[in-house]
């Protein structure tokens, strides 16, 4: 028996922009190159429109070739007064040249380095968005994160 699956498509539902503080450097642990970079505040819209609320962070471990392990866990709340946890575990690496530039804060053509998550999502006033996948292409700047969020289909 042959089956015709469903070809996923991509359908942008978020864009985000996280606001940072300076990461703080763990060095290195058990897990690796530690280092954990606040999260300060920022802004989601689309699917779901508020503020990025402060207190949360990324947790990330710097590989030995400069790749880091993103996982990211903060919160939003909803121009509705809704909340929202969101998470985002993925990966940024590229050529060790445009990952020092990053590094350094400077401005880097998104397109010269390779930075993906899949995102979770979790809110008790829209539990559909637990239900579903996302996956992001996101660009790092000197004080923030910018992302678009993709549903899977």
Request: charged residues 25%; hydrophobic residues 40%; glycine residues 10%.
């Amino acid at each position: 028996m042959t089956e015709t699956l469903p070809i996923p498509a991509l359908i942008p539902s978020l864009h985000v922009r996280v606001e940072l503080a300076q990461p703080e450097d763990h060095g290195r642990t058990a897990a690796g190159h530690r280092r954990v970079v606040p999260i300060v505040g920022g802004r989601v819209s689309g699917d779901f429109t508020g503020v990025i609320l402060p207190g949360g962070a990324d947790w990330q471990v710097v590989r030995d070739d400069g790749t880091i392990e993103i996982d990211s866990r903060y919160s939003a709340r909803g121009d509705d007064g809704a909340l929202l946890y969101i998470r985002a575990v993925g990966l940024r690496t590229g050529p060790a040249e445009v990952l020092a530039a990053l590094g350094r804060g400077e401005q880097v053509d998104p397109r010269s380095y390779y930075f993906r998550t899949m995102v979770s999502l979790e809110s008790s006033a829209r539990p559909e968005l637990a239900n579903q996948l996302f996956v992001a292409a996101c660009a790092r700047h000197r004080s923030e994160v910018v992302y678009t969020a993709y549903r899977v289909s």
